[in-house]
Every structure is written in structure tokens, then in C-alpha cells.
């Protein structure tokens, strides 16, 4: 089966893309590099869904801008299913986040928009809410770079990115079911934590400067927000804990569980 993984190249796309390969599918990255542009009126992407049978979309953009986010996600969601339903895709996967109608970011405003394109869009969908992936501390981490850390308080139930991509490439190989049960990670932790442990494994040496969002998004924030809602709809939990997987990343003698 021709899969096609918009976002390809990214966080979770590049999983996905090894993830098709290893179950003995063809995939297909649409992005910049092999000629296939999301945006601008999605050039080259009539040719890239020729054949294919499901589009798996983790596209990304890097902002805390609702605008920009909005703008993207409307745009790419819009070009997508259009191509899309020209070439014939049964079904449409969509990766989403857990949260995003109960946190009031910016980004999350893109990802709600997104959702609704793809519910309201001419394909049979599905969208699969995960929480933030264990790369998210990174992230954060090198969004500045300086002696100066500066991390949200925040709760979440991070989950490996590998683990994701599996468990959407399952999706993808399924049935369209519209909203799939969230996937979460197996244990609650703090950002500021996982963002000190990495710190520790790195042994950078940062001030590190824990920041409370203002009003109800901070509330939010340090609390259940960004966590499944207790008896919703909950797939089943991914494996590998997030000191696991910094040891993985940077060998074991530098980590210590929080």
C-alpha cells in the first residue's frame, strides 16, 4: 500500500516513514526536499498522491503565534484533502494533541482549526490526540540557547515519538474511525523536571528558571489539562519512560530518575 507521510522529515514523520518500510508498505514523503510544498498552493502534490491509498499528516510549523498557526494548518489541511480527493485517498490520518481545547495556546488554536478542516474535509478521517513526545524537553530546552533556561510549569504524560509513529502507522493501516482514543505515555511528569534531568545528562550548566503562564492556560497548564481526561477515551499507554529513553539518547551513566 502507497502511503504518503506529510511531514515526513520531522520529529515523528521520519518514524513513521521507517515504521511503513519495516510492515512492508511504500511510503511516500511529501516535503520541501523531494519537491512536494505543502503551502503555496501544495506545488507538486497532485503528482506525489498519485496512486496513494492513505495520507498520514504530522506536519509542523514552529511558532507560539495563533495566526501563523491557524494560517498553516488551515492551509495544509486544505491542500491535503483537496489533492487528496483528486487522487483518490481513502482514508486521511491526522496527529493531533492532547489538551488543545482545554489550554489556551496559541499553536493549539492551529491544531483545533486542523482538526476541524479534516472532520468537515471530503475524505473519511481519523485524528489521533498524543500527548508531547520525550524530544518536547529538548525542544524547550534549545528554543533559547544562552545560560538562561526558561521552561513552563507544566504536567504532562510524555510518550517516545517512535511510539507514536507506531501506533499511527497502525491507525493508517485500519479502517477510517474519526477520533481515535488519546495515547499517552506511561507516567505523569513535570517539565521543568525532565528539562532539569536533561540538563544533568547533558552536563550543560544552565540556569534554569521554572515560568507559570498567566491565568486559566496557567491553571491548565499545571494542572490536568494537557493529561487525558480521567474515564475518556484512552488507548493503550506507550511503554518507554522518558529516563529510558535519555538513556538511549545519552548513555546510562548520565541519568537519574526523577
Do not use: C
Amino acid at each position: 500500500m502507497r502511503i504518503a507521510v506529510a511531514g515526513g522529515t520531522g520529529v515523528v514523520g521520519r518514524y513513521v516513514v521507517e515504521e511503513l518500510a519495516a510492515a512492508g508498505q511504500e511510503p511516500v514523503v511529501l516535503s520541501r526536499s523531494r519537491g512536494v510544498d505543502l503551502l503555496a498552493g501544495g506545488a507538486g502534490l497532485d503528482a506525489a498522491l498519485e496512486g496513494v491509498d492513505v495520507v498520514v499528516d504530522v506536519s509542523n510549523v514552529t511558532t507560539t503565534s495563533a495566526k501563523k498557526a491557524v494560517g498553516f494548518f488551515d492551509t495544509v489541511g486544505h491542500n491535503l484533502l483537496d489533492s487528496g480527493a483528486r487522487a483518490g485517498v481513502r482514508h486521511h490520518v491526522v496527529l493531533s494533541i492532547v489538551g488543545i481545547d482545554r489550554v489556551g495556546l496559541g499553536y493549539y488554536r492551529g491544531k483545533l482549526r486542523q482538526e476541524d478542516v479534516v472532520q468537515n474535509g471530503p475524505l473519511p478521517w481519523t485524528v489521533l490526540r498524543a500527548t508531547q513526545f520525550h524530544e518536547f524537553a529538548a525542544q524547550t530546552l534549545d528554543r533559547v540557547p544562552g545560560p538562561l533556561a526558561v521552561v513552563p510549569r507544566m504536567r504532562t504524560q510524555p510518550i517516545a515519538a517512535r511510539e507514536v509513529a507506531r501506533h499511527l502507522v497502525g491507525l493508517a493501516l485500519a479502517p477510517a474511525r474519526g477520533m481515535a482514543p488519546d495515547l499517552a505515555g506511561p507516567r505523569v511528569e513535570q517539565l521543568v523536571d525532565m528539562v532539569r534531568r536533561l540538563l544533568r545528562a547533558r552536563h550543560q550548566r544552565r540556569l534554569l528558571l521554572p515560568v507559570r503562564m498567566p491565568g486559566a492556560m496557567g491553571a491548565a497548564m499545571t494542572g490536568d489539562g494537557q493529561l487525558p481526561l480521567p474515564g475518556g477515551p484512552l488507548g493503550p499507554r506507550g511503554s518507554q519512560t522518558f529516563d529510558e529513553w535519555l538513556r538511549q539518547q545519552v548513555g546510562p551513566r548520565s541519568v537519574q530518575g526523577g
